[in-house]
């Protein structure tokens, strides 16, 4: 990184999946996470939110909640041995003048299962 210059969140996501213990069923799902005071006050084009965050003009944020716009669908087995596995990811990097992003990367934030069909259902385990 040169002087001046700073990294910033590029995007978040959350990754998704059933897991049997050995291996997860089918390829996790990734789903883009937004703040959600930005879905709150209307959402911002990609150009715009490019343009504020360039000049360091982030709206201050009053939560700290992320949240997924879209539906969420995996193949769900009713096993206990059979658990929800996520992470959330921060793709980092350094915006430049012209709006291109050089010095990427993907960072895990934290991890969690979750297991719907134990004998305690509201069991969640979360790292990081």
């Given at each position: 990184l040169k002087t001046g210059q700073r990294m910033e969140v590029i995007?978040?996501?959350?990754?998704?999946?059933v897991h049997n213990g050995l291996a997860y069923i089918s390829s996790p799902l990734t789903v883009h996470l937004v703040p959600q005071e930005e879905l709150m006050t209307g959402t911002q084009s990609l150009r715009r939110k490019a343009r504020s965050s360039s000049k360091g003009q982030n709206p201050p944020s009053s939560t700290h909640s992320l949240v997924v716009r879209s539906r969420i669908s995996l193949p769900i087995v009713k096993d206990p041995r059979f658990a929800l596995v996520f992470s959330i990811d921060f793709l980092l990097g350094v915006r430049k003048g012209d709006g291109t992003i050089s010095h990427s990367q993907?960072?895990?934030i934290g991890w969690g299962i979750a297991l719907p069909f134990?004998?305690?259902?509201?069991?969640f385990y979360l790292t990081g």
């Open positions: 995007e978040r996501r959350l990754r998704v999946g993907s960072v895990m134990s004998s305690d259902p509201t069991a």
